[in-house]
């Protein structure tokens, strides 16, 4: 980045200081080409420094008297320029703008003395007790009401005053030799200044119009509408606008029509916006869920994998048919589409029995448990109210499905497997989620029901503990005995694997003895 200065003499030379080593753009300068030299400012730093002498070229081409005249010269203009800061405008000018102030003056004072009479006028006509006020002709501006008008009504009347006035104005102003004047009509009501013709002629001075062509065309004097006055010539094109850009704005805005669209579609825009990101955005993964989500939202898609007892994997279809889901766009079933676009959802407040991985045996009533939760879940569309993450980065949720028939509410996936005794209310002294004090009461309602009626792996379990009797008739389990829950699956399953690595490592101690 680069910074140049130029110094502009009195004679319009300029040089380049050399505070920097030059460059291209000044050369570039030199030669006329401003857009691409330094006059562009915003690609080179540049600054202007003028001075009322000249350069050494002109000095020395201005010696002698020719020099010296050059310098009054100078003077000469200067003190010119001074002059008009101080004074404003030329002499020639001043004469002019005073010689009309004395021609307007003029014809005020006689106008004043022709109107002197008007009071004497006005007692000469005598008062009709029955008179009406005379409608007056469109020849005002509609907003301005004249003595004896309604505020907002495009017909208006004439009082005795107003005409007797107007009346006395035309007639000297029709006198041959009369110069033009400009006569206010009821200073009080109407502040719109005249400009007086003959009668019937009476025109704003916005709106120049010329004389009827005949006695047919003028306008009658009955009711007249504000529509029966012609439009105002537009101002030529070459007219220097004195309004402000601000001014413009603001007269622009004063208008509701001019604004009340554009604000209506930025706010449809930016409401369409935030409505689809609150509610039609996809959310492919669990990292992609925002804390604020939690919660607050739920999530509605396709189970397309069932993982467990209390696990499955979700296709987040925000907006559901309405939004095209199911005919306009389709879930994907390829396990290669399907990587990295679901949502690993753990059903929260249940723990279902645990199946065989690891290298441990599988738990009783767990392939029962995964089997129930394909065919309620897979492939059918549900609703999860997520709460948070677990451990391993699954999404902590209750989730509700809709089973035939659909006008039912939708059904507890977790209370339901509760229900059927193919689960146990979640145990974990830490974690435990169950969506409030509410919810965790109802599962273990469930779960001491499905207790008392052994259902699933309660009846497993009584019956495994029941010994045989004549005719094969059983008695019942001793009280008091129950099947292993998974909370206490995994912790005996922990201890036999730090007992076996126990062993291990005392079988490889002695065999390196």
């Known amino acids: 980045m680069c910074f140049h200065r130029r110094l502009v003499f009195g004679c319009a030379h300029h040089a380049w200081l050399g505070i920097t080593r030059p460059c291209e753009t000044e050369a570039s ?3 006329g080409e401003t857009d691409t030299g330094c006059g562009v400012r915003w690609s080179h730093g540049y ?58 003056e003029k014809n005020e004072e006689w106008l004043g003395e022709q109107l002197g009479r008007l009071d004497e006028v006005m007692e000469e006509v005598r008062i009709d007790p029955k008179h009406r006020a005379l409608k007056l002709p469109s020849i005002v501006s509609p907003s301005r009401v004249v003595e004896g008008g309604n505020e907002g ?72 509408k504000a529509n029966d006055r012609p439009e105002a010539s537009p101002p030529p094109s070459g007219a220097k606008d004195d309004g402000s850009w601000a001014d413009s704005v603001r007269d622009h805005l004063g208008v509701p029509q001019n604004w009340i669209a554009p604000v209506a579609a930025a706010a449809l825009t ?13 959310i492919p993964t669990a990292d992609h869920i925002a804390p604020s989500f939690f919660r607050r939202r739920s999530l509605l898609g396709q189970v397309t994998s069932v993982g467990d007892g209390d696990g499955f994997h979700l296709f987040h279809t925000p907006g559901g048919r309405l939004a095209g889901w199911g005919w306009l766009r389709r879930v994907p079933k390829e396990r290669k589409q399907l990587k990295g676009q679901t949502i690993p959802i753990r059903i929260a407040g249940i723990d279902a029995p645990e199946g065989a991985h690891f290298g441990r045996p599988a738990q009783p009533f767990a392939a029962e448990a995964q089997a129930f939760l394909e065919s309620y879940v897979l492939n059918r569309r549900v609703r999860a109210r997520v709460y948070r993450r677990d451990q391993y980065e699954r999404v902590v949720a209750t989730v509700y499905v809709r089973r035939p028939p659909f006008f039912f509410p939708r059904r507890d996936l977790g209370l339901e497997m509760l229900r059927r005794g193919l689960a146990v209310a979640y145990e974990g002294k830490a ?60 912790k005996r399953m922990r201890a036999l694997d730090g007992l076996n690595k126990g062993r291990e490592g005392g079988r ?6």
């Not at 404003?88 to 703008?97: A, K, Y």
């Not at 003959?198 to 007249?224: H, V």
């Open 431 to 490: 974690g435990a989620e169950f969506g409030g004090a509410q919810m965790e009461a109802r599962y273990r309602e469930a779960e001491a029901a499905a207790k008392r009626k052994r259902r699933g792996l309660w009846g497993a379990a009584a019956a495994e503990r029941r010994g045989r009797g004549l005719f094969g008739i059983g008695a019942p389990a001793a009280k008091g005995l129950e099947p292993e829950t998974p909370m206490a699956y995994k």
């Open 270 to 282: 930016l409401g369409a916006f935030r409505f689809y990101q609150s509610y039609l955005r996809r």
């Open 29 to 31: 300068f030199d030669r």
């Open 153 to 224: 009504s495009d017909i208006f009347f004439l009082s005795r005053t107003s005409f007797l006035r107007a009346t006395v104005a035309t007639t000297l102003a029709s006198e041959p030799g009369s110069p033009p004047m400009t006569l206010p009509i009821n200073r009080s009501r109407l502040t719109t200044s005249l400009k007086v013709r003959r009668w019937g002629e009476i025109r704003t001075r916005q709106q120049e119009y010329g004389a009827p062509k005949s006695e047919s065309s003028r306008k009658s004097w009955l009711q007249m």
């Open 508 to 513: 490889r101690q002695v065999m390196n003895e």
């Open 47 to 104: 600054d202007t420094i003028r001075v009322r002498a000249k350069c050494r070229t002109c000095i020395k081409a201005q010696e002698g008297t020719s020099f010296r005249l050059g310098i009054v010269k100078e003077q000469l203009k200067a003190l010119r320029e001074h002059l008009t800061l101080i004074k404003g405008e030329s002499l020639e000018t001043v004469r002019e703008e005073e010689e009309k102030e004395k021609g307007k």
